[in-house]
DNA sequence: TTTATTTGTGCAAACGTGTGCATAGGAAAA
DNA sequence: TTTTCCTATGCACACGTTTGCACAAATAAA
């Protein structure tokens, strides 16, 4: 690598061309010969020639590299993100930078100057469930940055956007609770702001509709941190049981809500599902193996990163302004276990 | 990012000095008055400057990014180590470059490529399971890039390792197997070839040998895959259920292979641990929360990376070459759960 | 006063590519 | 034959920073 690399220059001399005339054979220009691309093409090849990428880098204003914005990285869901985004920028030629936000405003306000230093060519962002203030994302996104939400969502800039159908998703899940015989449904949720606490929210309150299940606010709890400060979860299921008329089931929003809930009842030695049935959004790897085997609905973490980095590329090469954007929704996968199922007595 | 961004040149002219001198005062250069500096410095800091990467790298050769070259991303285990890579980089101004070798060493070859086209200044490296020949990691070193082993290691290159205490943590398994009244104690492993497999095989034959008892070269299986085809970990536990003598404890060697393996044994209805018992190395999340609680040995994931990105940034930026290296050990947590305990029947 | 030394600044080249413009040589048209 | 046009190539500069060297001005030493 240090060594062994090779220059236009080099080639240049070496065939007693100029640096101009070995550019554009490589490059393919429609101005040089058959003749001297094969020559500088065989050469190149030969000397295994490969562009600096920091002169290109330097040459076009093009980092070819994507910033990536997310919680955090050991998250079930995020690493499966993380995955698919790398299979596709990898063979587009890109590299991503990995930042996390750890759910903290700050630090992702902090993230994005450093993205921004390194100048990315794009960003692909999931806000941390504190952020309210969407000013530095404007104001990359007003200085050309082209930037493709996936997961929690804003609408404080137009583009395009990668989302699971979390409607669908909270509403099959709230549907096979009621269908299975349960009749208080508690849902324990993300912070209220978020988009996908509002679209969960939805298809839970939907399905109650559906079967006339009247609709009960003291059932819906907020984790204002999402579930990143596991009392908060641990304190809204409590408050649930301690009510004179708990809920027999409860819909969980997130990875980190599902597991610390689930994980709360145990400690507890509170009987799944018996005394409480519990299912939610997660997507962590084995939740057949739980104790019982937990009910889950699967987002398409894989396919959201694939889309997502799709979506942003394009932005990226496009010519001319995108005028047109897309809300992309990919479909959740409800997986039903023993943790969700109505034992009759 | 675009609009906003001020370079040296910019400053210069706006001050009337040459680029030069801007570039000096802003590196805080001897040669530059203190007035100069701090004129400058202001202006520099009220415009919100801040150097082109892209132009640093390519003049000085370096481009302050690390390579990583592991398995696989959604592995608990290894998005930990990221985790950690991720918040020393972070501090230090490097960026990281993610690579998944998927165990295959087609793939693994590919990615070293792609990573020293991007001229990346160092490797952060788990080999794959499959990789025998180190050639192509030898030569990008013999290039002058500094290189650290985590987890699986090599000796082909003379560099510093970060590894688990993978001999402890497996001496510690086995002894408590065999304190809890185990005593035909089965050991399904990953690849023969891999540091880590003769680590943890060392420490089980250490246990035994401790206690007395006798190796049963049967007992033991390897997983040429390391666990990434089903197959081949269920086929190693049906044999040892379908011995004449099957074993009465499980000792599995990774992530996967636990995993793999207790779900198998879940699949087929075989009690856990009256039939059977099972342990192993493994940092899945909540091994807890199974069916039974699974014994599990934690491997300090966060802090292998963390040590694996400082070492290796000290190689980077260290003047004079390195001639001491490191190997360093760090401790395991051994976790007892209900998957690992003798019912006396 | 002259000479030597220090201090602060600027010039110019370099890193490796990409590209607008000029031009030499040859072919085709007049 | 002269003029026009096309093809293939080279020149020179730009991207933003860094750095060896030169040099002017100010100061200190002789």
């Excluded at 606490?197 to 079967?211: S, V």
């Excluded at 009247?214 to 941190?225: A, D, W």
């Excluded at 145990?266 to 997507?283: L, M, R, S």
Aim: charged share 25%; hydrophobic share 40%; proline share 4%.
């Amino acid at each position: 690598m240090k060594n062994e690399s090779i220059t236009i220059t080099d080639i240049a001399k070496a065939l007693n061309f100029s640096s101009s005339t070995v550019s554009r054979a490589l490059r393919d220009s429609y101005q040089i010969s058959e003749e001297t691309k094969r020559i500088v093409k065989e050469y190149a090849e030969k000397h295994n020639y490969h562009p600096n990428l920091m002169a290109q880098s330097l040459k076009s204003n093009k980092s070819k590299s994507i910033g990536l914005l997310l919680c955090s990285i050991p998250n079930n869901f995020f690493a499966e993100v993380i995955s698919g985004v790398e299979s596709i920028a990898y063979n587009r030629g890109y590299h991503i930078i990995i930042t996390q936000s750890h759910e903290s405003q700050e630090r992702e306000a902090r993230n994005l100057e450093h993205l921004s230093w390194r100048s990315v060519d794009g960003l692909l962002v999931s806000l941390a469930s504190e952020t309210k203030d969407m000013s530095s994302l404007q104001k990359i996104h007003a200085n050309g940055v082209p930037i493709v939400f996936f997961d929690r969502v804003s609408d404080c800039i137009e583009t395009h956007q990668v989302v699971a159908d979390n409607i669908d998703g909270a509403y099959q899940l709230t549907k096979h609770f009621i269908e299975s015989g349960f009749r208080s449904i508690a849902h324990v949720t993300s912070p209220y702001d978020l988009s996908i606490t509002h679209e969960r929210k939805e298809g839970y309150l939907k399905a109650l509709a559906e079967y006339d299940i009247p609709v009960n606010e003291q059932y819906i709890k907020y984790c204002p941190h999402g579930g990143m400060i596991i009392e908060e979860i641990e304190m809204a299921i409590q408050q649930l049981l301690d009510m004179e008329q708990p809920p027999d089931a409860v819909f969980t929003a997130s990875d980190r809500i599902t597991i610390g809930a689930f994980a709360y009842l145990h400690k507890k030695n509170i009987g799944i599902p018996e005394q409480i049935a519990i299912a939610g959004f997660c997507n962590f790897s084995s939740p057949e193996l739980f104790n019982p085997s937990l009910t889950t609905i699967r987002q398409p973490a894989f396919e959201m990163g694939k889309a997502a980095a799709e979506l942003l590329i394009e932005l990226i090469e496009s010519k001319k302004p995108t005028t047109h954007f897309e809300k992309k929704i990919l479909g959740t996968e409800l997986l039903v276990r023993d943790s969700s199922v109505k034992i009759v007595i």
